[in-house]
């Protein structure tokens, strides 16, 4: 994802045409963008008359705070995508941002246990190339159930109960 674009005095922002767009509330509240959105609810900004805009959290941080860090995005403090409060606005790296929201990968990073109720822990964990994680006994699991085959071919549904069946059968054999 390419950094957004970062402001320029050379653009010629007037404070007076910017802040007119915003209803500024208190300090602590948010301060809503009034005029026109994109996707996700976020403000949008002309910043010149060659069609040129930003998101306009990101004005309405440099215009009262100063620069943006380098590969630095702003997070909304308070969730509210429409918000301009540079006060609700922090730098954050790219995937910091990202694990603060309501993504599915946000949602499953704060996940301790899996769908089968074991631990995800430094022994229990299998991290995938990918970057993503498995529960290593779930994964041991589907291998025992597959003959040893790992994931290449499709395993019907099993209930946490069935494993425990699988692993009984399998001890009384030994």
């Not at 630095?72 to 006060?87: E, G, I």
Request: contains cysteine; glycine residues 10%; charged residues 25%.
């Amino acid at each position: 994802m390419p950094t957004p674009a970062r402001l320029k005095a050379s653009q010629n922002v007037t404070p007076e045409r910017f802040w007119s767009k915003v209803d500024k509330r208190g300090s602590d509240e948010c301060w809503p963008w009034l005029a026109a959105t994109v996707g996700g609810g976020y403000g949008q900004f002309r910043l010149d008359g060659n069609g040129r805009s930003t998101v306009a959290h990101r004005v309405a941080y440099e215009l009262l705070k100063g620069p943006i860090p380098d590969g630095l995005y702003l997070d909304h403090l308070c969730r509210n995508r429409a918000c301009v409060n540079p006060a609700h606005l922090e730098p954050v790296t790219n995937g910091e941002n990202v694990l603060r929201g309501q993504s599915p990968s946000a949602i499953n990073a704060g996940k301790t246990h899996c769908k089968h109720g074991h631990p995800f822990n430094e022994e229990n964990t299998y991290w995938r190339r990918t970057g993503g994680r498995m529960c290593r006994q779930c994964k041991r699991d589907t291998e025992r159930c597959n003959g040893g085959l790992g994931n290449s071919h499709k395993v019907a549904k099993m209930e946490p109960r069935q494993f425990r069946e699988v692993r009984e059968d399998e001890a009384a054999t030994s």
